[in-house]
């Protein structure tokens, strides 16, 4: 195929543009951009075709920072016939057998909302046909590609597909997280998604569990703490102002009423230090980068506020000086990882993760 379709959040089209030319520069795979504003995807544009098919191979879904998801694209299919969408479509996806799953979609805009409910009614004619052309599975298959089908307007789609151990497992790449009553603010779903995004589902049990110790700066009034504490751990809860009365009551939070970048833990056996502070971000991967060359924890998940301009090589900036900094400290055993989460709005997530080949 000759498109890479991939989804971004609704305003930084260009951030994900940049993103994925430099990426697919370092493959020698040619090609341009076309994006508009707030459209929420890009498309990249090989300069040959089956191009794309080896994007989706090669690149790390898990590694780009601004999509959410992608796949390999056909051109755009323009102007299908109300009387007959699908033969168009079982033609464009002609070459493909036996994929796994269908998603019928569209971008994360209020516009191509409006289609979403021509997209559930679509989708199970679709399938049928699907099915009978041999192009999808009879029964859903984890293991197998999925097809793609993407409404960017009343019959105007991409369509395509992903690879199943290189996708978001969530349409558009979008997780639905519901909003506890009990957590004192919204930013809460920042760190559920963050858990759920870089700790594999398996790993919960060792990573994320129960008598863990732990620090969360900037935690006032407590999103992030709640996280912490609904899964049993203790928290060491650092900033000047005040904490939610229900999580103090839990008995599992000390409040530290002090500057989260002067604070030093009293007890070094921290496994999570979380942090969301509106601060530089530079400043912010400072103070992380300290704690990790002391040794203080061995995991941390913390958010960088992004910049208006040049979001894409600001950030790669930060990561990268981040890495050569450890190094040059002897932290040389870590996994760094960052992600535009759903969830985020002006901000990206970052993960780092000491030692890891020594296991839990």
């Known amino acids: 195929m000759i498109n890479l379709f991939l989804f971004c959040r609704a305003g930084y089209e260009k951030d994900c543009a940049a993103e994925i030319q430099h990426r697919a520069a370092a493959l020698d795979i040619g090609g341009f951009v076309k994006t508009n ?76 909302k409006e289609l979403s409910t021509f997209c559930r009614k679509f989708t199970v004619p679709l399938r049928q046909k699907l099915k009978k052309a041999g192009i999808l599975l009879e029964k859903e298959n984890p293991k197998r590609p999925i097809l793609h089908v993407c409404f960017v307007a009343p019959g ?62 900037g935690a006032c ?41 002067r604070f030093e833990p009293p007890r070094k056996n921290i496994y999570w230090l979380v942090c969301d502070m509106i601060e530089k971000p530079s400043r912010v991967a400072e103070l992380i980068e300290a704690w990790a060359i002391n040794g203080w924890f061995k995991e941390a998940i913390f958010n960088l506020k992004l910049p208006m301009k040049s979001r894409y090589k600001d950030v790669s900036i930060i990561l990268e000086t981040m890495s050569e900094i450890l190094k040059e400290n002897d932290v040389k055993d870590f996994e760094l990882s960052c992600k535009h989460l759903y969830h985020d709005r002006d901000e990206v997530t970052v993960h780092l993760r000491l030692n890891p080949t020594k296991g839990f």
């Open 221 to 261: 009034p407590g999103g992030w703490t709640y996280q912490l504490v609904r899964r049993g751990m203790f928290v060491a809860a650092v900033d000047n102002g005040a904490m939610d009365q229900g999580l103090m009551d839990t008995g599992q939070v000390k409040h530290y009423q002090a500057d989260g970048f």
């Open 37 to 112: 504003k707030n459209d929420a995807y890009v498309i990249f544009q090989c300069f040959k075709d089956g191009d794309a098919d080896i994007l989706v191979q090669k690149i790390k879904l898990n590694s780009l920072i601004f999509a959410r998801q992608m796949f390999a694209a056909t051109e755009l299919l323009k102007k299908l016939p109300e009387q007959d969408r699908i033969s168009p479509i079982l033609e464009a996806l002609s070459k493909i057998s036996y994929a796994g799953e269908l998603r019928v979609e569209t971008p994360d805009t209020n516009e191509a």
């Open 156 to 217: 105007t789609a991409y369509v395509g597909f992903s690879l199943s151990n290189n996708s978001s497992p969530y349409a558009c790449g979008i997780p639905r997280l519901k909003m506890p009553a009990e957590a004192p603010s919204r930013s809460t779903l920042k760190l559920d998604e963050a858990f759920i995004h870089f700790i594999p589902k398996d790993e919960h049990e060792t990573r994320l569990t129960s008598g863990m110790y732990t620090v969360d700066l």
